[in-house]
């Protein structure tokens, strides 16, 4: 018995079948890196994320501070597991600062926040001859900046919230020991300090809130 093979319609529609789609040509850069084909000409090293654009069309992003693990070297024999802190140590300097006004502020401010609290240190430093250093913080010291309303607000912001904090006022720039220093802030009230730096150290949040208003010091 003969047996008729009837062909069946198209499995496939119109709008599955496949198309033949045109594809802007990618030439070879001039830069090695990756080129987006929506956006022409931008060009980044391989892994580079979007950054500020530098000359030749690269674009590179800068760490905000020493601290940012993006931008940290990896060195032979150490860990590079990220370590995660609840708590956060904060300087909060007045922007109107010569720089080596900023350099000596945050110095003593910082002196005062390891001196109450020496569990934040760390263990001494080696190098690979065996030379020992003294320790440092064992967590990243965030740097901020502001005007004198944002100092203030800072400063009863703290107070408010129970929080132990070194301070600096504009008056121990004349001063030279740690006598003298005490004298200058003990000689005026609280709600007159002119205070143009403080540090603390506290949970993330509550710092947070603290220096709320400040821009990270560049």
Do not use: C
Not at 58 to 81: F, I, K, Y
Not at 151 to 172: I, K, N, P, Q
């Amino acid at each position: 018995m003969a047996v008729e093979v009837e062909a069946d319609g198209a499995v496939v529609d119109d709008q599955q079948r496949p198309r033949v789609v045109s594809v802007r040509r990618v030439g070879v850069v001039d830069v090695a890196g990756v080129e987006d084909l929506d956006q022409p000409r931008d060009v980044r090293p391989p892994g580079a994320d979007r950054g500020t654009r530098a000359a030749g069309g690269l674009r590179v992003r800068h760490a905000n501070t020493v601290q940012d693990s993006r931008h940290r070297p990896r060195h032979a024999g150490t860990v590079t597991e990220e370590i995660r802190f609840t708590t956060k140590i904060a300087v909060l300097l007045h922007d109107d600062l010569a720089v080596w006004q900023r350099l000596n502020v945050t110095a003593f401010l910082v002196s005062g926040v390891a001196g109450a609290e020496p569990e934040l240190l760390g263990e001494p430093y080696a190098d690979a001859d065996g030379t020992e250093y003294l320790p440092m913080f064992r967590q990243p010291v965030m740097v901020f900046a502001g005007d004198g309303d944002v100092l203030r607000a800072a400063h009863g912001r703290a107070l408010s919230r129970g929080l132990r904090f070194t301070v600096f006022t504009r008056e121990l720039f004349a001063t030279g020991n740690d006598r003298d220093n005490r004298a200058a802030v003990a000689a005026v009230r609280r709600d007159d300090l002119d205070v143009v730096g403080l540090a603390l150290h506290g949970p993330r949040n509550a710092v947070d809130k603290v220096v709320k208003g400040a821009r990270l010091h560049h």
